[in-house]
């Protein structure tokens, strides 16, 4: 059985920082192409970051420069510092292993 446990949302203050982690289970995710997304109440599911089996990423222009987005392949398990983090982040964040599987999500709050 697939899963994808993502981890590490919470509450944090404007300017703080924070750490999610997805895990990876149920099939060999280390070929696959793993992103973040992320929704906020209203809004449309947007990209915040993705990587390649090899490493290379890209992000959302709204998170460039401040979030930063990493793999452990043999943990199979994706990563996605957040710095600087604004209120316009709060959103629950989602993990994606391309092309269909997705988490259940973990929210982040950021209070100004």
């Known amino acids: 059985q697939v899963q994808l446990v993502e981890s590490g949302g919470g509450l944090v203050q404007a300017g703080g920082s924070l750490r999610l982690s997805c895990a990876a289970s149920?099939?060999?995710?280390?070929?696959?192409?793993m992103g973040w997304y992320r929704q906020a109440p209203g809004k449309q599911r947007e990209l915040v970051a993705t990587?390649?089996?090899?490493?290379?990423?890209t992000y959302g222009d709204s998170v460039k420069g401040r979030f930063s987005i990493s793999r452990d392949n043999t943990k199979i398990t994706v990563y996605l510092q957040m710095n600087s983090l604004k209120p316009e982040d709060t959103a629950v964040y989602y993990c994606?292993?391309?092309?269909?599987?997705w988490g259940q999500g973990t929210q982040v709050t950021v209070s100004s």
């Open positions: 994606l292993a391309f092309p269909y599987y």
């Open positions: 149920g099939r060999n995710f280390s070929i696959n192409t």
């Open positions: 990587i390649t089996s090899d490493g290379r990423t």
